[in-house]
């Protein structure tokens, strides 16, 4: 049978005849014991089929139960039968039976991993980490493990971020694990860290140098011997360091840092100070001819006397300051800021080579320095003396980081009232709108301002202090002023401009209070601070609305005026030539005082603002110009009828537009345009009486129209008397009545109202105002009405016009109008018109 399932068996025909005749014979013999045939995995035995060994049918028996029974293999590792290996092995079934073999990690003693029963379990862990030493790599290091190994990395290395098959260096200086003592400076190494003093420091007695229990001490690099400070400099020990610091009477050199160890000083010398650029002043320079002197014999040990001869120099400058105060207004305010930060810079630098300590000095001119010069600290601090009180925080004194004794100071000068005289004041946004709030109504700026303390400088080692971290508070001392209307102590800082040459402000100050000699303020930055009398410019709305109103309409009648004057033919005459240029004059005026009067310069004075304040002085000077000339033309009409005539054309031109122009030009020369242009309006300034340039002219025209206008009334009645004796008093007194009206109108005598306004908050001046505001306003209206609407000639051409403009021929309606006109023609050819004025 097994012959007959070998496929290699190979042999001769007999050989394989016999192999064959065997087989069917035992086939034979197993047919002939068995019933059939045995299925696989089984075998004969007598006459049932028995599983082999390892196999069992499917209901669990040996014998089979044929014919649709089938020998399975027996699961020997089955859950059931658990310790068939032993420990650190796995049983595995086979093909009727089962081994064991050792599981991953272990193996037998003589090296296999098979074996057949729990009897020959030899299996144990196999070193992985000896077997082969370069296991692990990248800086890991192998550790065996029951049954298997692991990589890990070395001391000081920790897996990598997004590889974990790579280590990297552990950073225990900063992993926040402070492995080494505060006195230390940790270092870390590849794989590990030290302990090392830090620079100026050194190892504590008895301490290594190296592990996490190292120690260290300060070290005195001053008195070792171990600094490298400049011999211009004094050696300061500090914790862990040392700093170098200037020497008494000597300051940092250019480039240098101050308690730097490579900090470098030079000797104290007198500060650089030159005259400002184009300003030409012999006071000025012979006060800088002493400043020189100074400098060349100047001692750092002597620096209190220099100190006291240079706040001399400067009061005599200011006692005497001649052509100073002569010079305009944007020089000599240049001069006082040059002054005022030229000294405070002096007197800082000189303060570096005093001692710690305190000065007070009062010169002669009542001029005072307080001085404070002492270690930087927190804490309050007060300078005082009979001029100002100042308190603040030492640690503003100092700038930041510097250890050095700070300076601060404070002078007081009476003296410098002669530069800043007339300077502007310029009121920032916060301040406007608590004004308007309080007055409701718009305040448009400052009329005048009184200066009533002394100029306060104040001056400290910190020279950024434009914005301090804490408020300063001051009190000046001033004199007795107690605020009217519209009134009110204000405290200001000098504030330099480059175009106005410096000015008041009061941005970042409050006034808090204060009695009728002293006012206190609460300051945010440091400068040159007074305390200042403000009279506010405040709009009434009613006079504002009349002006616009007013103008408004007298545009429109001056514009109907001037296209009359012009068109109208049977009108045209000297007189209506003087009319037609004072209408243009009073047009132009009127037009740049409404669109261009008030100044939105935000206090500044611009080239727009002098402009305007220009024209305005300019047409107006003209109109009342003109205003004389059409006396003239009066008095030649009346006075002087049968004596010749007027003034010839070219002459009303020349002195109508001529004088004025002479005016204007004089005044802008003398004052170098520092006479138009206010904070508030374009218009005269009202310092150094410039406004009397307009104010002279228009009262003495006013002034000689009005002795004109009497004389005229006077004739005027003599010839109505003479001409008609017999006219009823009533007409007389009437054309008396309306020829006086028109010729107030005319001749600008209503200005005179402004010559009364001497006090703007009583209740007689405000009804002035008004009516000054209002007849001048309608000065247009009321010469057209009077030069053309009451002109018999202009409203016949007036209707000619309207005519031609409905189409209705004026022959016919003059001719239905002759017959009754005719009775008055005799009348009127022997009596003047009295629309004719």
């Given amino acids: 049978m097994d012959a007959l399932l070998c496929p290699t068996c190979r042999g ?5 005849a016999l192999w064959i005749f065997l087989s069917l014979s035992e086939a034979g013999a197993q047919a002939k014991d068995c019933p059939v045939w045995c299925p696989q995995n089984s075998h ?83 070193e992985e980490c000896k077997k082969n030493p370069g296991i692990c790599k990248n800086r890991k290091i192998c550790v065996n493990t029951h049954g298997s190994y692991v990589c890990r990395c070395q001391p000081g290395f920790e897996p990598e971020p997004g590889d974990p098959k790579s280590c990297k260096d552990v950073d225990e200086c900063k992993s926040g694990r402070r492995p080494c003592h505060p006195s230390t400076h940790c270092l870390n190494k590849v794989g590990g860290f030290e302990c090392r003093c830090r620079p100026g420091w050194k190892p504590a007695p008895g301490s290594p140098e190296g592990p996490n229990t190292t120690m260290c001490e300060d070290l005195d690099e001053c008195s070792s011997g171990r600094h490298q400070c400049d011999n211009s400099t004094i050696c300061l020990n500090a914790q862990g360091s040392y700093r170098c610091t200037c020497r008494p009477g000597w300051t940092l050199k250019p480039g240098f840092q101050n308690n730097r160890t490579d900090t470098v000083c030079e000797e104290v010398t007198f500060p650089a100070w030159t005259p400002p650029p184009g300003i030409k002043s012999q006071n000025l320079s012979r006060f800088f001819e002493k400043v020189q002197d100074l400098s060349r014999n100047f001692q750092p040990s002597k620096v209190q006397g220099i100190m006291k001869k240079l706040i001399g120099a400067v009061d005599e400058l200011l006692r005497d300051s001649g052509d100073l105060e002569g010079l305009p207004k944007v020089d000599r305010y240049r001069v006082a800021t040059f002054l005022l930060s030229g000294l405070e810079s002096a ?46 925080d030492w640690t503003v004194a100092s700038a930041a980081g510097d250890s050095k004794p ?127 009398m403000a009279h506010y410019d405040v709009q009434d709305p009613q006079l504002a609305l009349i002006t616009k109103v007013g103008l408004g309409l007298s545009l429109v009648c001056l514009l109907l005026c001037i296209l009359t004057f012009l068109l109208v033919r049977p009108i045209q005459g000297s007189r209506t030539t003087v009319h037609l240029h004072l209408c243009l004059c009073l047009f132009v005026g009127s037009a740049v005082f409404l669109a261009g009067v008030e100044n939105d310069g935000r206090g500044q004075v611009g080239t727009r603002c002098r402009v305007v304040a220009g024209l305005l002085h300019y047409c107006f000077l003209a109109a009342f110009c003109w205003m004389s000339l059409e006396g003239l033309e009066l008095y030649f009409l009346v006075v002087r009828v049968f004596r010749g005539q007027g003034l010839a ?36 300034n009202l310092e150094d009486g410039y406004l009397w340039s307009f104010v002279g002219p228009v009262t003495a025209i006013v002034l000689g129209n009005a002795v004109i206008f009497v004389v005229t009334v006077w004739k005027l009645a003599q010839k109505f008397s003479e001409i008609n004796p017999d006219m009823k008093k009533l007409k007389k007194a009437r054309a008396l009545t309306v020829t006086a009206v028109a010729q107030l109108v005319v001749l600008g005598c209503t200005w005179g109202f402004g010559l009364f306004l001497f006090e703007p908050e009583s209740w007689h001046s405000r009804l002035l105002a008004c009516a000054f505001t209002l007849l001048n306003c309608l000065q247009g209206l009321f010469l057209f009405l009077l030069h053309c609407a009451l002109n018999r000639k202009v409203r016949e051409e007036y209707r000619r016009w309207a005519c031609r403009l409905v189409g209705t021929k004026y022959s016919e309606f003059a001719t239905s109008t002759t017959g009754s006109s005719q009775n008055q023609t005799q009348t009127r050819v022997h009596r003047p018109s009295e629309s004719g004025m």
């Fill in 12 to 16: 001769p025909p007999f050989f394989l």
């Fill in 347 to 392: 007197l800082r630098d000189l303060a570096t080579a005093m001692p710690t300590g305190s000065l007070t000095y009062l010169s002669p001119s009542q001029t005072e320095l307080s001085l404070k010069i002492q270690e930087p600290r927190s804490g309050n601090v007060t300078l005082s003396h009979s001029h100002a009180q100042m308190l603040l």
């Fill in 649 to 684: 054309k070219h002459w009303l031109l020349l002195l109508g537009y001529g004088v004025p122009l002479f005016v204007v030009g004089v005044t802008a020369s003398v004052s170098r345009g520092e006479a138009y242009g206010r904070s508030d309006c374009c218009w005269l």
């Fill in 406 to 532: 700070a300076v601060a100071g404070l002078l007081s000068s009476r003296g410098m009232h002669r530069l800043v005289k007339g300077a502007e004041l310029q009121l920032d946004r916060r301040k406007l709108a608590d004004l308007q709030e309080t007055h409701r109504s718009p305040v448009r700026g400052v009329d005048e301002i009184k200066l009533l303390s002394a100029v306060n400088s104040v001056f400290l080692s910190n020279r950024d202090t434009r914005e301090l971290a804490t408020p300063v508070l001051f009190a000046f001392a001033h004199d007795r002023d107690a605020p009217g209307t519209r009134q009110e102590r204000l405290c200001a800082f000098w504030k330099a401009d480059p175009d106005r040459g410096g000015g008041w402000a009061t941005e970042g100050c409050e006034t808090l209070g204060g009695s009728d000699s002293s006012t206190t303020c609460r300051c945010h930055h440091l400068s040159s601070f007074a305390v200042l």
């Fill in 44 to 126: 004969c035995v007598n006459t049932s089929c028995r599983c082999l060994p390892g196999f069992q049918s499917f209901s669990g028996q040996i014998d089979l139960n044929l014919p649709n029974d089938n020998c399975d293999d027996i699961n020997e590792c089955r859950p059931s039968q658990p310790d068939l290996c032993g420990a650190n092995a796995d049983c595995e079934n086979t093909d009727g039976g089962f081994q064991c073999v050792c599981i991953p990690g272990f193996e037998l003693e003589s090296g296999g991993t098979t074996f057949r029963n729990k009897s020959e379990n030899t299996c144990q862990d196999v």
